[in-house]
């Protein structure tokens, strides 16, 4: 059981290399200006830049976004899709299910910074880590949906397809026996 557990954290961790790597890289930026080409960063003035309603609009978004992630996670918890069962086979589930508890976890958190967190120099940045990995996994998240999305329009268009050729012949099946039961019935 513990190894199927940390298969999955494993797993997890794989799908969220970019927001990892983004949050380094930030972290690294954000401590590390005493570097010369970094200078800059120790000259921003995060308070008049993340005023209170730029504060309320950040948090505005991310929370709109968690209704968004929740809705999605709703209609494909509650509905069988066309590709349901492809995507079990192509293990695309995992993805989309981390991608979306991790971003909205990502989002939560941006709105608690932005909402319930005095901003200071260091909460600041903080804030723009968190804001910055909680957009890369809504762009993520986003190209899983269209990705999904034409996979299903793609399984809807076969599916028609198939239920066209089982009608078409179902009918020529009919003619046939109407052919049949009316040449038999003259005779």
């Known amino acids: 059981?513990?190894?199927?557990?940390?298969?999955?954290?494993?797993?997890?961790?794989r799908n969220l290399k970019s927001e990892i790597g983004v949050a380094i890289v930030l972290c690294v930026l954000c401590t590390w200006n005493e570097c010369a080409p970094l200078k800059f960063l120790s000259d921003i003035?995060?308070?008049?830049?993340?005023?209170?309603?730029?504060?309320?609009?950040?948090?505005?978004?991310?929370?709109?976004?968690?209704?968004?992630?929740?809705?999605?996670?709703?209609?494909?918890?509650?509905?069988e899709i066309?590709?349901?069962?492809?995507?079990?086979?192509k293990k695309l589930d995992r993805p989309l299910i981390d991608v979306m508890i991790v971003?909205?976890?990502?989002?939560?958190?941006?709105?608690?910074?932005?909402v319930f967190?005095?901003?200071n120099t260091i909460t600041g940045y903080?804030?723009?880590?968190?804001?910055s990995i909680a957009i890369i996994s809504f762009l993520k998240f986003t190209i899983l949906l269209v990705v999904i999305f034409k996979a299903n329009m793609n399984q809807m268009a076969r599916d028609i397809d198939a239920e066209e050729q089982y009608k078409d012949s179902i009918l020529a099946y009919l003619n046939n026996i109407s052919r049949y039961c009316r040449k038999h019935m003259e005779d």
């Not at 059981?1 to 961790?13: D, E, F, R, S």
């Not at 971003?103 to 932005?114: C, P």
């Not at 903080?126 to 804001?131: A, K, Q, S, Y």
């Open 1 to 13: 059981m513990a190894g199927c557990n940390m298969k999955g954290i494993i797993g997890t961790l």
């Open 126 to 131: 903080v804030l723009i880590v968190f804001l």
């Open 45 to 79: 003035d995060l308070s008049s830049y993340l005023s209170q309603d730029r504060l309320n609009g950040i948090a505005a978004f991310f929370a709109i976004t968690i209704g968004v992630y929740i809705a999605v996670i709703t209609v494909l918890a509650t509905t």
């Open 103 to 114: 971003g909205m976890i990502e989002n939560f958190i941006a709105v608690g910074l932005a």
């Open 117 to 119: 967190i005095p901003l």
């Open 82 to 89: 066309g590709i349901s069962k492809e995507m079990l086979k």
